[in-house]
């Protein structure tokens, strides 16, 4: 599959070949970290997240797509596999770690520190949220373009 198939795939970057629905299961614990300090009974939910890999995420999305999505996968360019698969692995930790921290927090009744913890975990989350988010949309793991801004500005041409 070249890179200019994956334009047939909705929700899937002509370019990259991922999918930014993959975000919405690093977005669901955000959502519930930035809960917890006002409403204690999302620390239950927050104990179960747990890191799912792009593939067990579509499989498990029930998505009408999601074959094609984890097909695309197999044929994402490697200097973009690589940045994802790296990124995705850092805050795959990060989160792990921040939420059983959070979690055994909440459950201390540590009210003033768990405020100041969720508040420096969203940061760091969102920092690496937004960087997973580039790389999907075509950019390195540092924000550079992974192809020629002529090249860039024609797929988005032929968007329209």
């Known amino acids: 599959m070249s890179t200019a198939s994956f334009a047939h795939i909705e929700g ?6 991922l999918a930014t629905d993959y975000l919405n299961h690093y977005n669901e ?9 006002s409403m204690p009974d999302c620390v239950a939910d ?3 997240w747990a890191p799912k890999s792009y593939v067990e995420h579509f499989r498990d999305s029930g998505l009408s797509i999601a074959g094609e999505v984890i097909d695309a996968y197999t044929q994402v360019p490697p200097d973009s596999r690589h940045a994802f698969e790296q990124t995705t692995a850092e805050l795959d930790g990060f ?10 927090t909440a459950e201390r009744g540590d009210n003033q520190h768990l405020s100041l913890m969720t508040e420096e975990t969203l940061i760091a989350a969102r920092s690496m949220l937004g960087r997973l988010n580039g790389i ?10 992974t192809q020629p ?11 329209f």
């Not at 899937?12 to 070949?17: A, D, F, L, M």
């Not at 614990?29 to 300090?37: F, G, S, Y």
């Not at 801004?149 to 968007?159: N, P, R, T, Y």
């Open 12 to 17: 899937v970057h002509p370019q990259t070949g």
């Open 29 to 37: 614990i955000v959502m519930l970290i930035e809960l917890i300090p």
């Open 46 to 48: 927050a104990r179960h």
């Open 95 to 104: 989160l792990s770690q921040a939420v059983a921290q959070i979690v055994s």
């Open 136 to 145: 999907i949309h075509g950019f390195d793991a540092r924000g550079r373009a």
């Open 149 to 159: 801004i002529g090249e860039a500005q024609a797929a988005v041409d032929a968007m």
